[in-house]
């Protein structure tokens, strides 16, 4: 019976049960599509992250949450670089990502062990915000943003930590120019324990009804802060009921720095 490598993260996190979970699975070769999906499924954690060796220091990475392939996934990226260096033995200064989507992605161990990975930030436009959207979220937001995801701005951290969105009409909304499927919220407000921003991120477009931890969503966060409120490097926190996970962003020009740690709680194989 064949097997795969298999190793499951708690990725934005400093010990287990924080963050947001992510499995990888280091192969030869990628499997047919169909299989890595079923996989995905199988493994039914946000993100599956597969990768091949395409040259020094150079992996191919893709990634899958149980129902779709994504073009960007933040925490399964952060999880990928730790599994290479801390489970596989990689000592290079930087690992490399060619990705389908998202283009070549660094990530960089800090003197601190902390994990540096370098990303695209798309623009974003502010939008008006419609009933439906309002609707659909529970509460209106002060103000909106499309972009990558949509981007909802709330009064306070107490305001995000309260919403109880409707996912089934979440899951048919977006923004104009929403570079991802439909129905994937970002919603956040200024401020927090010790934090710049609290936000959340619902994803029912993607298969997930609330994500814990969401790398690619903080790369639209650090561009909005910036331009809204002047904050080009932040501490923020994603409020996910009974996990929790901090990410600091630094913005440079059209990049994204984000910065986290992550821990290894399952090494096994998947028997196909």
């Not at 979970?21 to 499997?31: D, G, N, S, W, Y």
Request: glycine content about 10%; hydrophobic content about 40%; overall charge negative.
């Amino acid at each position: 019976m064949p097997t795969l490598p298999f190793y499951q993260i708690d990725a934005f996190a400093s010990k287990p049960f924080e963050g947001n979970q992510a499995c990888i699975m280091p192969l030869e070769t990628f499997l047919p599509d169909e299989t890595l999906q079923a996989i995905a499924a199988e493994n039914n954690v946000a993100e599956t992250a597969y990768i091949v060796p395409a040259g020094e220091g150079v992996w191919t990475l893709r990634w899958f949450t149980p129902s779709v392939e994504v073009p960007l996934c933040g925490h399964a990226t952060l999880g990928t670089a730790h599994v290479l260096y801390q489970e596989l033995g990689y000592t290079g200064e930087a690992i490399a990502f060619d990705t389908m989507k998202s283009g070549r992605l660094h990530v960089r161990r800090l003197k601190d062990g902390r994990l540096e990975m370098d990303f695209p930030s798309a623009p974003i436009q502010e939008i008006p915000v419609t009933d439906e959207v309002a609707d659909a979220l529970g509460t209106r937001p002060v103000q909106a943003w499309g972009g990558m995801f949509y981007a909802a701005r709330f009064e306070t951290p107490e305001d995000v930590r309260a919403l109880k969105p409707n996912l089934k009409a979440l899951k048919d909304l977006g923004a104009p120019g929403e570079g991802w499927d439909r129905g994937n919220f970002g919603c956040f407000s200024a401020g927090g324990d010790g934090v710049a921003v609290t936000s959340r991120f619902f994803a029912p477009g993607s298969g997930i009804d609330e994500d814990p931890a969401t790398g690619s969503w903080h790369t639209m966060l650090a561009r909005v802060m910036s331009e809204r409120f002047g904050l080009d490097e932040m501490s923020c926190y994603q409020a996910y009921p009974g996990r929790g996970a901090k990410i600091d962003t630094r913005l440079e020009g059209d990049r994204a720095k984000l910065v986290g740690r992550a821990v290894t709680v399952i090494e096994g194989s998947f028997r196909l």
